[in-house]
């Protein structure tokens, strides 16, 4: 259950009207690094979490809560930006002044005139509001969300939301010289590297949590790099030791020789039995443990969501 | 800014896992009519009435934050019912019971079956957990999400909105005989009427609320009824008084012949001089109106969207 | 079945190309409230009540059918709008004197600079023709479209559909001086208030038309207003009678605490025995009622759409 | 204008309910090949003719109108097709039919269940409707739709166009045995490969029709066939003459050793400097003829769609 | 399997950034004519073509790669555009230079100005990077993509695309004067049209190619052109002989009257008795010979696509 | 350039015809894990690395490589699996047989009818032939993948993509018990595993890669954690050292209040002013460095992608 405060959580302040920064600032609000994919994202993954990882489901919505809340604050500086646009379309049977500012005559400071240029939906759709759309009035969309049930998968995929939506934070600040959004970008900018942190403790506090998933990599494929295009580069991602692994890479430099004398990966040189074995058995260990860990947590009989006798106390 | 309380609004609560419900109820979690759309467009709505209309965004915002905290109701029992599922999933090593029920021979309560048969993403992509998608797998869009930054406009929408989506949970309640679901659907389809209502009510306490927007209608094309097909069925649309016009239904019944003498609606026989003076004198004082209404409202200079002086002693 | 005159239903003209507002004008050809949209809409809804409501068919086959009339004047009037173009773009081996107007050295007048910076597409993928999406580029998208198999809900979603387009055609006519084109958009926009007013007739001609649907709401949930956020503000939308409902509002000012006195209000305080089984009751009626309306209209043995005797005078 | 007729230009007919094939029938209704998609293709594409190119205008509005009135007869088609689903939907208080079909003990002849597996929507959204959506519930989407402001080119996407819907109709065929519906469809079916052969005479009437577009090809890079893959497969499309270009196909065998001798076709061992020359020339003459076909056809001064004059006698 | 040569098929150069035309294309990599819908097209269709048609398989992934090969072309030259924007936007702690662009006081030359002008994904998405776009950022979708499992139809779709295709090149020369531009784009649309010619090849190599798929259209309807709208231009699409048809168009002057008269086309004044029975005789041999072709090319027992061992000496 | 050669890199082989799993398949087709997504995610990454990291270029192009080689083994897979699907829609005169199996009276092995109930587009669009569509028919869309000229945001992207890439894979294995294709998928899944790697060990060879871009974290706001909920839940994400920064969280119990008492994080208790400094110098140091490392790799004067000469002896 949500409760909402009119306060911001930062108090966003907007020096002056600023239709085309506005437009940018949607990037946030209905973009595919914004903030309302960064909540609906964690919200979505967390009823996921609930039943077998009660303390992720706790961190999960808290982040997915402040998220929502950052919509907010990012919504709020759009419409601020905005201001005028709606007093000038209302005036709707007086015409001239906006005509001379279409026609390129008029003051550079119009805000109508900016509003249109900037994205002529404000001007003819949103009456000069916010809009869940990105800064080319593509509509927000749920392919922007990435939740599969697995929080080995799902920090992962945080940890990455995080960084891009870090980066156009720092690509924003760049294009508006007023200091007040400049203080509330900074503030945003600055959660998303804390969440990043966040989510990199918490897959940390998971054992076994590479690869992610259950199953192990199949030994017989895995340290292979193929070279699929000519010429060489070597890198520590070709060359010496897988990170983390306790083996090493082995290069293919003709990967298309090595398939036909391969057939196709079927016939290795190598003998990979005992190591695949190992594998196998590792998976039925993992399978058991990971699919035991939601099986048990969940519980028996008629399902109750919410148990209000032990929340009484709380606020 | 968004506080989160754990306990739902509703109990939710399920007997048994039901993935085919579960996918139809995905259209109340990620369609077209269901919370989240109607979560969002209250939400963006609101930010463009909060200087003019403090009184409708405050609804607006109440109500927007109840239907995120139904969308948790709706993914919470979602997640109910799909129990078993990701604990199957997770059990990867270990498949002959799977494909047991794969080709049709395993009992019918196989819950990975039902999931696989009701949703294949259920099984391969969200690991039996919800999305943001509909009962077909379409990826929430925004475009479900009208907001015009008028309120006689945004409130018509939601009455919309809210009658579609009383409908869609009572269709859903044909199609499941858990009673705990019952309730909890009993409890949302309740609640948009009771939105539908209030958002009545706010419409009807606007004065001057029709037409919606400033401008009145044009009263050379206003009464007109065009006939545009063979045959005439009559009924308080085309003949007898428009409802709250005083003026009558003017029926054209062959607008083919009547386009070619009237010069496609430029050579009219009556005239319409007063009427038309006398509508743009309407408009331009609704004009200044609606107009002075939202400048005056907003704040000169720095635009700051939170007064946390005076919210001190809130909750 | 369809027939085509070539005479528009308005004699849409414009006095000089104009690019801009050809892209604006996009909106109501191809974007989510315009007239494609309006057309499918009517059109799609009218198929579910030819059957047991064909007094409303007619009437839903009549405005769609004007609507794509309309859709034409729009099309019509977007393509004198970028008269040129496809000239200019024809004369392929002549480059000079766009690259002179892409360095902005030319005169403002060139009309494949103006399309150009308008809308790319223009330039390189229309043709300098018309497309079915809206200023931003975006597809027309069925999702636009609601149609949901009952009168009380299409009927109140066609309200709102007209609303939105009455807005936006407001808004377009304040970005042109073309007295030729603000005739035909004075046309356009008055044309969805007559709409507006048709539907509201036509629901108004339909007894128990609330709530929309079948069933009736849930008494135990009706009349609670939820204050989700810190702060009250009153209004007829919260206090003193529901319209039309002969109860009052309920304020429920701690929702939170509420919910958790009430185990998810699954323990109310009040006892609403009788009047939920009035509820009953009566949802048996009108079930009973409404559903035989479509049953007994529906033909038994072969169904047949057209029926080409009865229809051998009409035009 | 459009005008509409009640009969449909075919007799559709169905003999028994039958959701699965609705569902199917959805793609010719609101898929990527269906008439929808047809119906816009041409209207949109004849916008671009009418100025320049009457009798292609007449032609594509024509035939863009028979597909609309095709549009309807699916659309009705499918509508009888779910007889009784909207019936079931409203008696809304009533269940256990339903749920006794949900669990698999029903008839098969329940149409509501049958709804159901066929298309969750027809059951919950659409009110057992028709809905502009394809057999997977992908809303119809004007990227579907063809536009390019050039005959040769648009032509040739509607041969594409008329051949797929064609082969859907085929298709479609398969799945009914409804003889009424075969019916039906043979005459859908057919009427593509009519518009096909249409289109095809129209594109043979413009002399200079290929290839498409204004431009000639760059004669340096026209003749070679490269081969890009590990093999080579001979065959009239890379040996022997190109059909009807009085020049023969050049056979790269080894594109990537050509690509570095060449410098990346930049420095060609033949001297290609007397054709290209010819291209210029070409390409001059065929930009003013082309071009001014466009221009000379616009007329100068205020542009008027319709002239009601000249129209008064016609039908 | 595929293999990466990093050099370019051409050699594609620029001379100076230039964001806008960058931005333009974009339409070439991520819009619906361009290389990436052309790659997956035929590599799409390849799949089905390969047991029966090993000859088109060849042809269809060889232009498919070549394809694949023109995608890198036209990503390189959008890199090379936007020369200077990433190397900006990294200077992330310095402002002041880009504000002054933004303020419109700036050296036109400044190129971050002109690449948020041209598409504000560039600057604050993208980095000053390529991206799956089109030039008004719309997504790539796969609805651009047809494959249908027929080669009559699918070639000629292809045809259409490759049409499509080299009127954009031609259009996008317009618009810039660049001259190693203009040489990379003459090479790009001189390739979709030795494309067309090798579809074309390819289609005239299958006899029996029309009607496209497998069934001849039905003889009751083929002949007729419906007059569906006021006004008649005659010309060879609706007049004299069907093309190759050895048969002549029959005009129905009055579709609505005929209908009507035919009860639907179900009454029809001649005896087509005969040539619908021939048509059932040739639809049978045809479904034979067709279904023959593709039955009889695909293993029996364990299917396995690539055969190693008689490649073994191809490059 | 790209090369293509017929062997696939792994010996695909299918046991017999099994559309549902075709469909399931179909996720790593077209879907949003799947290998057009990933090779489409690397290959727009690379053309941003090329002129600076032309090292991570090589790995990122030839990792894009293997993607489309694995996008040919998946599709091959898929069409293998729809074996006979396309011979039976061929037989279109033939349809007893189907409409046997249509109405469920037919052996479960009829293909046709598989193919149909699993994917109504495999019977009726496709032609029995592979799509870049989803499981549920969703065409791909390239809002899928992320590509934002920072290697140290894009790696982390892809660490994400390669998780939920092997996640589905590993799902995917659970649903057929064909161990031919077992064998595939465990290469496929396991060269997820691989990249992952290769990303990791890349972006660990970049120093400086933490946070992501250029900017640091703002010190005033970087270390507090919001308790955005009811009830708290304490683990390492919140509670202790944050992981690698030397610092602490700050547990904000209740941010409402701090919001309100810090007047929205303007007026914080502690000086930041020396951290604020000392991150300013960071920032501008970093911008310098990151900002010159792409200025200095872009060539001076006309660009050109290859270098045809360097690369002669190159395979």
Redo the contacts between chains.
Sequence with gaps: ???????????????RPDP?FA??LL?QF????GE?AAA?QY???A??A?AAH??KY??L??????E??HL?IV??????LL??V???????????E??VA?N?KAE?ESVIHAA?SA???F????????????????????????????L??DL??N???E??A???Y????????DT?IH?TL??L???E??H???????L??ISDNF?????A??P???????????????????EGE??G?DKNWVYVS???AQ??ET????KLPDDFGKEVKDT?KL??K???M??????KA?PSG?????D?QN??N??
């Design positions: 259950m949500f409760h909402h405060v009119k306060d911001l959580q930062f108090n966003a302040r907007v020096s085309r437009n940018l990037e209905g973009g595919e690094n309302l609906m919200f979505t993954q009823f996921g609930k009660p303390d706790d961190m919505m808290d982040i997915a809560t402040e929502f809340s907010e919504g709020a500086t759009i419409q601020m201001k005028g709606n007093g000038d379309l209302k005036d709707a049977a007086e015409q001239s906006i005509m279409m390129g550079k249109l994205n002529p939906q001007a003819i759709i949103t009456g000069g509001g916010v809009t869940p759309r990105n800064s080319q009035g593509i509509p927000w969309c749920a392919s922007y969300v990435n939740s599969n049930g697995d080995t998968v992962r995929t940890l990455a939301s960084s891009r870090k980066l156009v720092e690509h924003l600040m760049k294009f508006t010289d007040y203080e900074s503030f900018m600055t959660r590297v804390t990043y942190k966040m989510f990199e403790a918490a940390n506090s690869p992610p998933g259950v199953l990599a199949d017989r494929f895995l340290q292979n790099v193929y070279n699929m295009s000519a010429g060489t580069v070597k890198g520590p991602w070709n897988i990170p692994m003709d990967p298309i398939a036909r057939v196709g990966q079927t196998e998976d039925k993992m399978s058991k990971k699919s035991m860990e939601e099986k969940e008629v399902a109750q969501w919410s209000y929340n009484k709380k606020v």
